[in-house]
């Protein structure tokens, strides 16, 4: 039996949107797995209040799912049901983003002769994207602060992030306290470019689908990261997703990260 991919969303990330709204989206993310994973995938616009149960009931040949444009607590909670009742391993979009911020993040670093061991990074809107800072950590950045608009009226951004060596902003930069970023010292690392979320996707499927992994462990995010920002050309931050050396990288690596937990190695 093949397995496949199905591309999922409820479009409750999306203001104003339906879930049928969200179809002409999945269907390029599908032939973006398609394409450049060699696999085959489906998309699906699920109702929110069904969404788990939906996900539960794919028939066997989907042993992965792509979550995307979810609310991302609710996608959080989608994952670990689904994990739990024994369903398909669910990836979701704020996967993705921060391993691509990760990445990103390496990357700026290093041409700034900045070791992450050595680095300062700030986080700005972190109550956005939960795992990064988790990823950030295991990917070696050895100080982190994550800031959220509520801490502004007793730590402003520009404040605590001055000695920065690195700002990630999560935050809406046209409004609110994003606004107040001036020209940093730092380097600032934003989710702008449109590919951000997907550019592990097609190498990170195509591990997990070779594999009986049942969750994502931390280990396997960063070996994706690592492999991104090893995989980027010089005077870049992120390589293209068209590259194809991009999605081998991350496959092969995301596979031994999964071997190496699934068989540790005895002492």
Known sequence: MTAEVAVVSDG???????????LPLLQDY???????????????AVDSARLAAELCALPKRFRAVFLTHTDPERAFQVQRAVA????????????????????????????????????????AGARQLPRLCVLLLAAG????????ECDA?????????????ALICLLDTTTGAATAIEPPRHVLVTTADPACHLL?????????????????????????????????PPGRR?????????????????????HAQHHPRRS
Request: proline share 9%.
């Open 84 to 123: 739990k009742a024994g369903g398909p391993l669910v990836i979701t979009d704020q996967d993705t983003t921060a391993i691509s911020l990760t990445a990103s993040t390496l990357t700026t670093l290093a041409r700034r002769g900045r070791s992450p061991s050595d680095s300062r990074v700030v986080i």
């Open 200 to 232: 592990a996707l097609p190498g990170l499927v195509q591990a997990v689908l070779r594999s009986p992994v049942t969750s994502l462990e931390v280990e396997v995010l960063r070996a994706c990261a690592m492999a991104l920002a090893a995989a980027t």
């Open 12 to 22: 409750s990330a999306i203001p104003d949107a339906s879930p049928p709204a969200t």
């Open 141 to 148: 950045v050895g100080d982190i602060v994550s800031w959220n």
């Open 30 to 44: 599908a032939e973006l797995v398609r394409e450049h994973a060699g696999l085959s995938a489906v998309p699906l």
């Open 238 to 258: 992120l390589p293209e997703l068209t590259e194809p050396a991009v999605t081998r990288a991350v496959a092969y690596a995301a596979t031994y990260a999964i």
């Open 153 to 165: 009226p007793v730590f402003p951004l520009h404040r605590v992030s001055w000695d920065a060596d």
